[in-house]
């Protein structure tokens, strides 16, 4: 992602604020020394809440990710005073255009959320959230600090990998955040936050070396849920019912996979994985079916 984004955007006027949560993490990112990024382990932001530390035991490590998501701006906002806007991202996006057509977009909005999109196959699924977390961004000012302040407040008090009528993780307490308060903008961009989920509903082209999602260049995607097993990569696009094409393979995946390899780093199986052999069996009829599957000889 880092790289992504110094590729499409002046990187001077960003600093970067990589929370790593283990000590292989933090002690790769060191030798890396990459510009403008400062990195705070997981000791440090547990040392600066404590709140934060004491629901550790009753949470899996997945729901304590998921917890952990507003503690990691509070830190930021409370910690760098010159930080006036904070956007927090998930580690698996890769940018494939500057993210100031974003911020224009954003304008003075104190809070910005995206939707998932799901394609209508799934349009079942937002009753896991109607929004996605892997862009959320917050302004330094009365509305922002205190819907982060709210969010976090409700994920310590409840987080987990379980869907109730009004939660579910960290996700769903964004739903709610246009009611509770102001100058919340909902990015309208749909080449922000490509995904597994709603790439099924674009026409992915390649047009003067721009890659577009219908008539729009494609920002940024979210490679949420990519694994690698027995030698093969699966983009998990199956698992939403699209089919995965030629110019997915080779105009998104493809290039991400590559930069994967460059600096060594392999996709795990999700900690959150059924491991059913009844559901293995299915998942691998739907991979074979939608061409869910990329070979890499490198």
Known sequence: MYQSICENENIDNLQFYFFCFDADSISYFRRLNLRN???????????????????????SLAEYFFTSTPAICKYVIENYRSVDEIVYLDADLFFFQSPEVLFDEIGNSSISIIPH??????????????????????????????CM???????????????????????????????????????????ANVAPWNVGNYKVGLKNEIIYVDEVPLVF???????????????????????????????IYYPYILRLHNIGFVP????????????KRMRKIIRQFYNDSIAVNI
């Open 117 to 146: 999109r799901f394609n209508f196959l799934n349009s079942i699924r937002n009753i896991y959230g109607y929004y996605n977390v892997g862009w959320v961004s917050f302004k330094g000012d009365k509305e922002g600090i205190a």
């Open 149 to 191: 302040n709210k969010w976090l407040n409700d994920n310590l008090k409840w987080c987990f990998d379980k869907l109730t009528f009004s939660k579910y993780a960290d996700q769903k307490y964004l739903n709610y955040w246009e009611k509770d308060f102001r100058n919340v903008y909902v990015i309208k961009n749909k080449g």
């Open 221 to 251: 995607y979210h490679f949420a849920g990519m694994k690698f097993i027995d030698e093969t990569y699966y983009t998990t696009i199956s698992s939403y019912f699209s089919f995965v094409t030629p110019e997915i393979i080779n105009l």
């Open 37 to 59: 990024v400062k990195l705070i382990s997981l000791e440090e932001l547990e040392s600066y809440l404590p709140e934060l530390k004491s629901v550790k035991p009753e949470r």
């Open 268 to 279: 795990k199986v999700s900690l959150r994985l059924n491991k059913s052999p009844v559901v």
